[in-house]
Nanobody
Framework: VQLVESGGGLVQAGGSLSVSCATS????????FSWFRQGPGKEREFVAS????????YYSDSVKGRFTISRDNARETVYLQMNSLKPEDTAVYYC????????????????WGQGTQVTVSS
């Protein structure tokens, strides 16, 4: 199983950025995917989740209304569209996968990508 994030970079506050998570080796449609992030000197935190099946979405309060998670089952790829970015969004963003049920705890996830850096300048 592989999860490969891409699309990170440097953006000014108020700008937008989209990151992707390309997957292989798993039955994509049966998996729930989440994005987590870890900022400098901070613990890893849940950002957003999209479930298998109905594709229900969940967001942390800090990103709700600004970020959108989506999935393309045909391309086996998960996306995170980030708008109205703030300096506090600066972090390494990780894609994670687990079968079926969505959780906000990273400990519940079986597969992780290597992460992609997102830096928001003020």
């Amino acid at each position: 199983v592989q999860l490969v994030e891409s699309g990170g970079g440097l953006v000014q506050a108020g700008g937008s950025l989209s990151v992707s998570c390309a997957t292989s080796g798993l039955m994509f449609s049966a998996y729930t995917f989440s994005w987590f992030r870890q900022g400098p000197g901070k613990e890893r935190e849940f950002v957003a989740s999209i479930t298998w099946g109905a594709g229900n979405t969940y967001y942390s309060d800090s990103v709700k209304g600004r970020f959108t998670i989506s999935r393309d089952n045909a391309r086996e790829t998960v996306y995170l569209q980030m708008n109205s970015l703030k300096p506090e969004d600066t972090a390494v963003y990780y894609c994670a996968a687990r079968i079926r049920t969505s959780y906000r705890s990273g400990d519940k996830y079986d597969y992780w990508g290597q992460g992609t850096q997102v830096t928001v300048s003020s």
